[in-house]
């Protein structure tokens, strides 16, 4: 039975982090297999038109390379190069649940994936297909969060949903500070007037110019992603 959500065609953004699970580094298969099986449930039981974007934070940071004396170019590629092993690692999750997908790079590597080319992504995504975009937006200096706002643009995606470790955006850090508090709906002014680095600034800019929908959510806690689609409030919505 297909189940009505709230919107038709979204993208999904998974950072680095959330693919690790409790290791903080590499690819935790339990955890892959997890939101594979979540992604696969979501696409059956609704119909939802479903793009990815992956981070790479996982297993490698361009400003972490260039704070160690890394030229940030080069370190930022080596990032972006990170993001498609984990696109990689996902499809190959998600089409363990019998679900067609296709990884499009913004770096050309036609041996294991498309070349991101949008009209095609689209044709993808009405035909049933998990779009998975890798290398980021194939530029230094951006990061995947920013992917995410220009892929959604492009698609004209009705929403990002932002698959976190953390279950919303607070006024403080949460591991820090044991009296954070949690905000449910925020404008994307706030998040620059308060500098609440959700995401960062170049993203949110991108956001709000282009007036896209953002759900920010605990990707830990199992059927979130459905929860999100079919309207449930949960997390923080930013719009
Ligand atoms: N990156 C980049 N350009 C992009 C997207 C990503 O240079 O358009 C690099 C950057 O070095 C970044 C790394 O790829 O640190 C991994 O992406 P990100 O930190 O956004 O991953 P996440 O925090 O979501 O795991």
Known sequence: MTEKPVYSRILLKI???ALAGDNGFGIDPEMIKKIAAEISDVVKSTNVEMAVVVGGGNIFRGIAGSAKGMDRGTADYMGMLATVINALALQDAVEKFDIETRVQSAIEMRQIAEPY???RAIRHLEKGRVVIFAAGTG???FSTDTTAALRAAEIS???ILMAKNVDGIYDSDPAVNENAQKHEALSYIDLLN????VMDFTAVSLCMDNKIPLKVFAVKKEGNIK???LGEDIGTSVS
């Not at 308060?194 to 680095?197: A, E, P």
């Open 157 to 159: 995606a009705d929403a």
């Open 139 to 141: 530029n230094p200096f």
């Open 194 to 197: 308060n500098s609440l680095r």
């Open 15 to 17: 950072s680095g982090e």
């Open 227 to 229: 929860r999100v689609l």
């Open 117 to 119: 080319i949008r009209r």
